[in-house]
């Protein structure tokens, strides 16, 4: 059974910086896997935030390019989002997503909200 759990949410300034960790823990073989970061905010749909291949490439939505960076390391089965120049709009639960073809994995999720 594969398990997925998030941490590092929490309260952040404007302006301010969080990093998001996500643990992976079961019989799958990360390196074959995509690993990505979604969110969502209240009364919106789920988004993609920030996804890293397992070809080595990473992608990000416009809204958070230049800002966030996502990192992963097979070895210790994990990925980060680190959130840098944090705005109110990115208030929202932030979700670990771990996927390969028709196999998608996703943690519980942890809030983030980005407030004065």
């Known amino acids: 059974q594969v398990q997925v759990v998030e941490s590092g949410g929490g309260l952040v300034q404007p302006g301010g910086s969080l990093r998001l960790s996500c643990a992976v823990s079961?019989?799958?073989?990360?390196?074959?896997?995509?690993m990505a970061w979604w969110r969502q905010a209240p009364g919106k749909q789920r988004e993609v935030v920030a996804t890293f291949e397992s070809g080595g490439r990473a992608n990000y939505a416009d809204s958070v390019k230049g800002r966030f960076t996502i990192s992963r390391d097979n070895a210790k089965k994990t990925t980060s989002l680190q959130m840098n120049s944090l705005k109110p709009e990115d208030t929202a639960v932030y979700y670990c997503?771990?996927?390969?073809?028709?196999?998608?994995?996703w943690g519980q999720g942890t809030q983030v909200t980005v407030s004065s």
């Open positions: 079961g019989s799958i073989v990360v390196r074959d896997y995509a």
């Open positions: 997503n771990v996927n390969r073809l028709s196999y998608w994995f």
